[in-house]
């Protein structure tokens, strides 16, 4: 009995083994299908969509060649197509040298050449050329600024003092006058105060050694330019009301009257005007554009030159 049980046991599981692996393999194969199927649908679904691309693709295709016509192409005749002759090569004359040249020279140029820009030289050289003649440019003379008396005026003037020459703004030397015996110099001065007008003398020697001794001890420190002292001096103290820094020398109206000398020795040109100065340096040749206190030192020095010409008076 117990071997009958076994074997029926055996073959129960046997069975229910193989039951159980057909229950699988179905299963399987129903998941097999299912993949196939909708691989084929994904396949279909694409290729249909490929389709209608490609109907769209003709469709516009079809329609820009119905709006836009292709333009018809000309036909070229024979004659355009071919400029050589009709006839052939060989019958044609051979052409000496000489026709050929005449050929070349006879051959027309063309109208319209480049032209080169202005600014090129070859533009300069063409119109020399052509025989037209360039604008010459017109030099401006330039004016000499130690030029001569204008138009009307001589080189000399009266000398309307002892110590003056007949040439403009020209003094005599410190020698001359003591040779002549000149030795006080004097000048019309106005007071300020009371308004009273006389003349005013000053000793030619001690003044000029005070003006030689100033310049001789200050010049390296003036680079060329007048001090306060000479642009703004000091007046005289007036003689009737006893007012100081009141007598003001009295200037002319025409600057070939002007009294140098008495203005140099009482340190007073500062009082003239600057087209005075520049009148000074005009005649004697000194550069007369600049400042007044430019202007006002060559003055000083020109005129201490011309007493002593010998003296520390050069620039």
Known sequence: ????????????????????????????????????????????????????????????LSLTLAICPAKPIQEITEQESSPLPSQPLDSLPE??????????????????????????????????????ILPARQLRVRRNPTQAPGEGKSDTVPALFPWATTQRAVIQSFNCLVAKNITTISGDVHCKKCEERYKLEYDLQDKFLEVWSFIAENKSSMHDRAPKVWMYPVLPTCEFCGQENSARPVL????????????????????CTLEQ???????????????????????????????????????
């Not at 554009?289 to 201490?304: F, N, V």
Request: include cysteine.
């Open 277 to 315: 100065l520049r009148y000074f340096c005009k005649h004697t040749k000194n550069h007369r554009t600049g400042a007044k206190d430019r202007i006002l030192y060559l003055t000083y020095l020109g005129l201490c030159k011309q007493l002593d010409p010998s003296g520390p008076f050069d620039r």
């Open 1 to 60: 009995m117990t071997n009958e049980d076994d074997t029926k046991n055996i073959y129960s599981d046997v069975h229910e083994n193989v039951r159980k692996r057909k229950n699988s393999s179905n299963r399987n194969g129903n998941s097999i299908e299912n993949q196939n199927s909708k691989k084929i649908h994904h396949y279909n679904h694409n290729h249909e969509e490929q389709k209608e691309e490609k109907e769209d693709e003709d469709n516009m």
């Open 95 to 132: 052409t000496t040298p000489s026709l050929q040249v005449s050929l070349s020279e006879s051959m027309p140029r063309p109208q319209h050449q480049v032209q080169p820009p202005p600014n090129h030289g070859t533009y300069v050289s063409s119109l020399i050329n052509d025989n037209q």
């Open 252 to 271: 002319p109206p025409k600057k070939k009257q002007m009294n140098w000398l008495f203005l140099l020795l009482g340190q007073l040109l500062g009082c």
